[in-house]
């Protein structure tokens, strides 16, 4: 069990950046994945992006790929979700969520933050 706190979520212009943290409440073990989903009104929970709970094998839905960069501090135990040239399409609810193994498919994962709204206005 792990419990998860994200923060950072708020508006911002398009173009803008935000930086987005996920908090656990605990060491990740080694073979646990962090994952960054995404929900927008109307629309199903779409992956982002995921790491490697202690590092590495970092990838990115294609439509944040070049924008957006996964990372974590394992001192800390949080994972951040660094967004830049954001676009209103990006508007959307931020999660945080754990798996224990590396996929992309949400239903995989069994651990959720309560979420963290961006938006960006264009």
């Known amino acids: 069990q792990v419990q998860l706190v994200e923060s950072g979520g708020g508006s911002v212009q398009a173009g803008g950046s935000l930086r987005l943290s996920c908090a656990a409440s605990?060491?990740?073990?080694?073979?646990?994945?962090f994952g960054w989903f995404r929900q927008a009104p109307g629309k199903e929970r779409e992956f982002v992006a995921m790491i490697r709970a202690r590092g590495g094998s970092e990838f990115y839905a294609d439509s944040v790929k070049g924008r957006f960069t996964i990372s974590r501090d394992n001192p800390k135990n949080t994972v951040y979700l660094q967004m830049n040239s954001l676009k209103a399409e990006d508007t959307a609810v931020y999660y945080c969520a754990v798996a224990e193994r590396y996929e992309s498919d949400y239903r995989a994962y069994d651990y959720w933050g309560q979420g963290t709204q961006v938006t960006v206005a264009s």
């Open positions: 605990r060491r990740p073990y080694s073979r646990e994945v």
